[in-house]
């Protein structure tokens, strides 16, 4: 049989295996124990292993944890989106809280090292692909993908 679709039809083709999990969350601590797991549980079928599945799971946490501690003050929610492909997960972790300086946002010095300050380091280090957008008064916005099968 022919193949007949070019390189951008076969492209749709994937981009119709594709998914979208959307959750709304409580600014609330607890809840980043929820997210860990729905992120487990989604990151575990599309066939990630163990140790990826780990780095993930410490990723979101740290992403929840800055929304949560940095980016809102009342109660309030923020957002969780979950993108799916063959060939990568996308979560977007986004608030609309007070948003924040982007130089608050840099690699820290590993020779001057404090507590705390390395949330975002972690992200970068354990995660494919971050970005980060963040605008004062409205809200900050982290995207971080991961490959299936690629060791970048
Ligand atoms: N969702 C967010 N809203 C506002 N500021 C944020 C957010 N995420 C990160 N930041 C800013 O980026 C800084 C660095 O974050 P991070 O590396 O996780 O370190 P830490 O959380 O320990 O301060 C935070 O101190 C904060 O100023
Ligand atoms: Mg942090």
Do not use: W
Request: hydrophobic fraction near 35%; charge should be negative; proline fraction near 2%.
């Amino acid at each position: 049989m022919y193949n007949t679709l070019n390189t951008k039809e076969q492209m749709n083709m994937k981009e119709k295996n594709s998914d979208i999990i959307k959750l709304s969350v409580p600014n609330k601590p607890e809840y980043v124990g929820i997210i860990r797991l729905t992120t487990s549980g989604i990151a575990n079928r599309m066939g990630f292993d163990i140790e990826e599945i780990e780095d993930i799971k410490v990723a979101i946490s740290e992403a929840c944890t800055n929304a949560i501690t940095h980016g809102i003050c009342q109660e309030e929610n923020f957002n969780v989106d979950f993108y799916t492909d063959e060939e990568k997960l996308v979560i977007s972790v986004y608030d609309n809280g007070k948003g924040c300086l982007s130089d608050n946002i840099k690699i820290p010095n590993m020779e001057e090292l404090k507590e705390g300050g390395l949330g975002i380091f972690i992200i970068k280090s354990l995660m494919d692909d971050v970005e980060i957008s963040s605008n004062s008064g409205k809200g900050t916005l982290i995207k971080m993908t991961k490959y299936v099968g690629d060791d970048f």
